[in-house]
């Protein structure tokens, strides 16, 4: 004769990783704990339990796959399991369907009705609503999109190398540029004789715009962040030589006060006939750490009033400097 088993009582209860700070490792399995009777007592023995997960008390789709737990140990009717459907508790009402036989046997498991529905512990219904400070290191994985939108009242940072804006910065507002945050402009409006024939000295500056620069007394311009500068000089040399050609050179150094060095590919040379002026430009790029510092020099061939100098004047009614240099932070 086969014996009746029936489920009297059923409870559920899930221990989840959100519960408490300590519980970061804890997975996905939770503890199951009900109440088997057989013949209107208490069951005694160890049997096989099958469950299954479903969206529906009677009928719905089943998620997850099915969880068997043999040999498992009913005292007095009451038994205790671990069941692990995955993470898929995303807070969908999910109902528990039980089959279960007596331990060894090869017989079809009994369905017991009806389902059970899962329902949460009291701290997992806290956890639910959760406010406040989250520490950052309990939070793992990626975050949708979703979930990040709306306001947010104080500054955000991202400080790793890999956080990247998406899109073409469109929509962003009060971001100031590149050449807002970065940028010297300086310029003469005297004459500068060279000293020394074929000695380079420095040049000088009278006027300077600049932000996220220091400007020194020796016409340094010290940089206050580190990056790829881009650096654009002009120079007009004059001819004070009424007979003869003379020829003119300037450059850029970095460091002139602590360790000088020449800046490669920033020399401009000029070839100046008697009596006139030409002009010499040069654009470079450097990279640059912060507190490093750039200035320029110049010499001729013919020193003194009567050679090759740096000449600010009127041209045709347009006024033009001696000399003039621009740096930008592009990167």
Known sequence: MKARILLAITTAVMVLPIVCGTAQGQGTAFTY????????APANGNYDFRFGLYTNVSTGSQVGSLETNANTAVSNGVFTTTLNFSNVFNGTAYWLDIGVRTNGSTNTFTPLTPRQP???APYA???SNLTGTLPAAQLTGSLPAGVLTGI???SVSFTNTNNIFAGNGSNLTGVPSVTQSNLLYAYDTTSQYVSSAGGFQNVAFGTTTSSGWLVIASGEFVAQQSGVYLVQYQAHFGNANTSFALTGMIR????LTSTPSEITSSEAAIYI?????????????ISMTAGQMISLQMTSNQAGTGGAFLESSVFFGQFFPSVSITIVRVQ
Do not use: E, H, M
């Open 33 to 40: 704990q009900g109440r088997l009777g057989q013949d209107g």
């Open 118 to 120: 899962i329902t949460p």
């Open 125 to 127: 219904i806290t956890a």
């Open 152 to 154: 947010y009242s104080n």
């Open 252 to 255: 850029a150094i970095l460091n």
């Open 273 to 285: 006939p008697a009596s006139s002026v030409g002009l010499a430009s040069r654009s470079f790029l």
